[in-house]
């Protein structure tokens, strides 16, 4: 590539150069639509980019040289439980690390249905701490819930329905982005669906989705295909598009069972229904033990009324056996790696604890639960990895033109530190399962049109500079399931909203990111 000072232009009577702030020169472009790699340079000037293409001799004051490596949109993760990070009171935590290092620029928040209804005190809240990535909200079905009707298994009069409506019109308003559910699990899995659609349709007649972790992912209560339905008929009478979090066919009774699955969103596609999905790259989910073995009535009012039933000899009978029976849908004891930090088991399956205890298995897991937080509000040490996936589903899923990436991040999962470089390495690299431009666009565009965040998840000029130039060659997970808070590695430069956020794989100590609150619908005040 020639060079040119600008002496050496104004000599020869040239024009001046354009100007920007910042230069990503000759990298791989792939844009985050469907279109092929280009080689040339990305300018940015403030936040925003103002140009993508063939080098034209622009100066900067910043030039990073991307010449070899990967130039693409900040990825956007669609499904995240960050609030250990951007809500720590370390401003170094706060920075986010874990999804920085795997060139994510944007998250997903207030999934499984535990968003505020206090979106924008929220987001007011998490902009004046200082947060390393953006944040997109959601107000959460589980919080309205709580507030209103507490954790008790019963519909709502009509005035308590009132109220949660209220609340989530309130949020939308607010700047979220739609509604999201968790249908699994207690108390929003005492909700009935027309409760649901009700409470839903506030979102819906704003322009916002419902955001679906549906009511069974296997066959724990009316089964995957029954729940599939019930979603989408929740968003079609809501009026919103459905999406399906973490898509998955879990447990050892529904292994192949992927196709009829895909066929039921299809169908529904094809009447007219918006329906997508998100999907991690991992054959263990992240769940409890608890959320994993213990029936849904058990829990009925919190976690201080299930350990009063395990006292209950005739309660915990019938409890007991419903475990057994939910430990061999998730593929026994063997299939739960125990994950939560700092205790005694962990890094150790549920079968190696009972063996140490000399316990049967089910009386190891209700041992694990007996130990409750500091808050007796919760077990302290509960968290697993459950292996009950199945490779051919999770290859089916991640093939569809409506699926995009999401990590599920939580703590004690690796998937929290290593989800896209995971994707990439294993289903790219590997096991070509999808292409580069596959990997790019379910981690950028497709994942923004989705979700309707405006100027993001593109590179050209106008869009907001979230930006991500990654090694080819050495973007890899360090995370695994004994380690799963080894940051990734590979990641050369972070832009997000045109600050360097993370240079060769640290932070910069620059929290850019922003809350992006969805402009206000019509009929709010």
């Not at 298994?153 to 949660?164: H, I, K, N, S, V």
């Not at 096991?431 to 497709?446: A, D, H, K, L, N």
């Not at 972070?494 to 609150?517: E, S, W």
């Amino acid at each position: 590539m020639r060079r040119f000072s600008v002496l050496a232009l104004l000599a020869v009577g040239a024009a001046s150069p354009p100007a920007a702030d910042v230069i990503i020169r000759g990298g791989t472009i792939y844009s985050g639509a469907d279109a092929s790699a280009v080689v040339g340079d990305v300018e940015i000037a403030g936040d925003r980019i103002v140009y993508v293409g063939p080098t034209r001799g622009t100066m900067a004051r910043q030039v990073v040289d991307a010449k070899g490596k990967i130039v693409a949109p900040g990825f956007i993760d669609a499904h995240t439980h960050p609030d250990s990070y951007i809500r720590s009171d370390d401003a170094g935590v706060r920075l986010n690390l874990p999804w920085l290092a795997q060139g994510v620029s944007t998250i997903v928040i207030g999934v499984d249905g535990y968003g505020t209804p206090d979106v924008g005190a929220d987001a007011r809240k998490l902009e004046a701490s200082g947060i390393g990535t953006n944040v997109v909200p959601f107000v959460g079905f589980g919080a309205v819930r709580q507030r209103v009707l507490g954790k008790a298994d019963r519909a709502p009069t009509a005035a308590e329905l009132g109220e949660e409506k209220r609340l989530v019109a309130k949020g939308m308003c607010e700047g979220a982005y739609g509604l999201s559910a968790g249908l699994f699990y207690p108390p929003q899995s005492f909700a009935k669906t027309d409760e649901v659609a009700a409470v839903a349709a506030e979102a819906g007649k704003r322009g916002g989705m419902y955001d679906s972790h549906q009511r069974d992912e296997s066959n724990y209560s009316i089964g995957l295909i029954a729940s599939t339905k019930e979603a989408i008929e929740i968003g079609r009478k809501a009026g919103a598009p459905v999406h399906f979090a973490h898509l998955k066919a879990l447990g050892v009774d529904l292994h192949g069972k992927a196709p009829d699955l895909i066929r039921t969103i299809a169908d529904a596609r094809a009447s007219g229904v918006d329906v997508t999905a998100d999907q991690y790259p991992w054959l263990a989910s992240g769940s409890s033990v608890d959320a994993s073995l213990v029936p849904g009535w058990a829990v009925d009012g919190g976690y201080k009324a299930m350990i009063a039933r395990f006292d209950d000899p005739a309660a915990m009978a019938k409890i007991r056996g419903e475990m057994r029976e939910n430990l061999r849908r998730r593929g026994g004891a063997e299939s739960l790696l125990l994950i939560a930090q700092g205790q005694p088991w962990t890094g150790r399956t549920l079968t190696q604890m009972a063996a140490t205890w000399k316990l049967d298995p089910i009386d190891a897991a209700i041992r694990i639960l007996r130990v409750p937080n500091k808050a007796g509000t919760d077990p302290a040490g509960a968290a697993v990895a459950s292996f009950n996936m199945a490779g051919g589903d999770v290859d089916l899923i991640m093939k569809q033109p409506w699926v995009v990436t999401s990590s599920d991040g939580s703590n004690g999962h690796p998937r929290q530190y290593a989800t896209f470089p995971k994707l990439y390495q294993d289903y790219v690299r590997k096991r070509p399962v999808i292409t580069m431009g596959e990997f790019i666009r379910r981690s950028t565009g497709r994942t923004a049109d989705m979700y309707r965040i405006k100027d993001r998840g593109y590179l050209k000029a106008g869009a907001f500079a979230d930006v991500v130039v990654f090694d080819p060659e050495g973007y890899a997970p360090h995370a695994d399931y004994i380690r799963p808070r080894e940051p990734s590695v590979g990641v050369t430069a972070l832009f997000v909203n045109g600050n360097l956020a993370l240079k060769d794989g640290a932070t910069t100590g620059v929290a850019a990111g922003r809350a992006l609150l969805r402009p206000k619908p019509a009929g709010c005040q």
